[in-house]
T-cell receptor, first 115, second 114 residues
Framework: AQSVTQLDSHVSVSEGTPVLLRCNYS??????LFWYVQHPNKGLQLLLK??????LVKGINGFEAEFKKSETSFHLTKPSAHMSDAAEYFCVVSPVGAGSYQLTFGKGTKLSVIP | DAGVIQSPRHEVTEMGQEVTLRCKPISGHNSLFWYRQTMMRGLELLIYFNNNVPIDDSGMPEDRFSAKMPNASFSTLKIQPSEPRDSAVYFCASSLKRTYNEQFFGPGTRLTVL
């Protein structure tokens, strides 16, 4: 079984300040981990993915995430927030192997960026 | 490149009516997924097709829901009869089989059943 907990339902930052969106996962095996972003009335877009290679993963639009097995965490960060980053972000876990199509989504973190 | 295309983008219907949602996956992708997103339950996988064949439909809520994929470039999700509790955003996603956890999502269909 696998699960994802996004620790904050809503995060608010000022433009130009760092972003931290927290995610903890639970999995009985080494998982694949993803972050997706959903802008209002849009579909989900893949930001980045971890698949057991480098633990620090770089994604699009300046986002990155670090896989920490000891802490079962996969937090998303960005050094400087931009207004266009305002959206909802989903942390996602999937198993490796035959069942890896089964994505388990967190409940989402809504990011607000204050000008 | 065109992404996943879904139609209609919005659908408002009355309880008891049949609703058909449509999806065109990314060309060359051989896996297709239907998801439902609600405030209460978040994103849930309804059904997964591989090479046009349904592989996992364990997430389909009940017999009122059915999905088909007659060819590699088209899929439908049908609800008959529709109920107010079916109101949600329905997403279609596609992927390559070798990376089928890297899924590309369409813009979704917002369904409202009155």
């Amino acid at each position: 079984a696998q699960s994802v907990t996004q620790l904050d339902s809503h995060v608010s930052v000022s433009e130009g300040t760092p972003v931290l969106l927290r995610c903890n996962y639970s999995s009985s095996y080494s998982p694949s981990l993803f972050w997706y972003v959903q802008h209002p009335n849009k579909g989900l877009q893949l930001l980045l993915k971890y698949t057991s290679a480098a633990t620090l993963v770089k994604g699009i639009n300046g986002f990155e995430a670090e896989f920490k097995k000891s802490e079962t965490s996969f937090h998303l960060t960005k050094p400087s927030a931009h207004m266009s980053d305002a959206a909802e972000y989903f942390c996602v876990v999937s198993p490796v192997g035959a069942g890896s199509y089964q994505l388990t989504f967190g409940k989402g973190t809504k990011l607000s960026v204050i000008p | 490149d065109a992404g996943v295309i879904q139609s209609p983008r919005h659908e408002v219907t009355e309880m008891g009516q049949e609703v058909t949602l449509r999806c065109k996956p990314i060309s060359g992708h051989n896996s297709l997924f239907w998801y439902r997103q609600t405030m209460m339950r978040g994103l849930e996988l309804l059904i997964y097709f591989n090479n046009n064949v349904p592989i996992d439909d364990s997430g389909m809520p009940e017999d009122r829901f059915s999905a088909k994929m007659p060819n590699a470039s088209f899929s439908t999700l049908k609800i008959q009869p529709s109920e107010p509790r079916d109101s949600a955003v329905y997403f279609c996603a596609s992927s390559l089989k070798r990376t089928y956890n890297e899924q590309f999502f369409g813009p979704g269909t917002r369904l409202t059943v009155l």
